[in-house]
């Protein structure tokens, strides 16, 4: 547990010079840090999945594959303000994501009524807030509205699939399935994270342009990752 402490703390300190140069303006330099912490994350999963050894499951490897589309993802959103063709590339890379992290949960978990009620009131909530706010999404209106039905259900499946008891797990909160013993409870938290970010991304790109947002966009978003991440490795199962 002390390495990932220092792991931890790794991961701080990078995300720190990223916030920094990012407020800077310093595009560059921004983005080789974005793309380092990235990198770090698909290492960690892939670690996880290797640590499974002969045990290593579908669910699991479908986590690996959503780390490494959020990781081209990562590279496509530097433009957002810059290159729209690549800003909706973006937005399809962490749509992927998003399915490969949702199939990796239903195959799991099966599929419960209570996640799809969740998923409304997450998609009501947040076009209450792009009406409030008239946010102008152009050409990116398909894309992205295919993309918040996907991270909304991520997170409204990953909280259900922590928190409702089932016979695995009758106290519910951590519910080890079979040989894949990650932590849903990391999982739940990391897409909590994920979806917080967004709609902060979303705020700064159609309707204010604060520094603030930024930091916690960056923030929300890399630690929600890390701890999605960090639900593959079988030391926090």
């Not at 990235?38 to 669910?59: N, P």
């Not at 009131?121 to 050409?139: F, P």
């Not at 991304?201 to 916690?216: D, E, F, P, Q, V």
Request: net charge positive; charged share 10%.
């Amino acid at each position: 547990m002390a390495g990932w402490i220092i792991v931890a703390a790794a991961y701080f300190v990078l995300l720190g010079f990223y916030v920094r140069e990012d407020l800077a303006g310093s595009f560059q330099r921004a983005t080789g840090l974005k793309m380092t912490l990235s990198s770090i994350f698909c290492l960690i999963g892939a670690w996880g999945v290797f640590s499974w050894g002969a045990e290593v499951t579908a669910g699991v490897a479908l986590i690996l594959c959503g780390l490494i589309c959020a990781l081209a993802g990562d590279y496509f959103l530097r433009f957002i303000q810059l290159d729209a063709k690549k800003f909706n590339c973006g937005i399809l890379f962490f749509a992927g994501a998003q399915a490969f992290f949702l199939a990796s949960m239903f195959s799991v978990q099966g599929v419960d009524f209570v996640e799809f009620i969740l998923t409304a009131v997450l998609l009501i909530a947040a076009l209450i807030l792009m009406k409030k706010q008239d946010w102008q999404l152009g050409r990116a209106q398909g894309p992205l509205m295919v993309y918040m039905v996907l991270l909304s259900l991520m997170m409204a499946k990953a909280v259900v699939t922590a928190i409702v008891p089932t016979a695995a797990s009758p106290g519910g909160w951590m519910l080890p399935v079979g040989p894949w013993l990650a932590s849903y409870v990391l999982m739940a938290a990391g897409a909590i994270l994920f979806w917080i970010s967004d709609l902060l991304l979303g705020i700064w790109n159609y309707h204010s342009r604060k520094n603030a947002i930024t930091a916690w966009n960056s923030i929300t978003y890399f630690t929600g990752t890390f701890l999605i991440a960090l639900s593959l490795q079988p030391a926090f199962a």
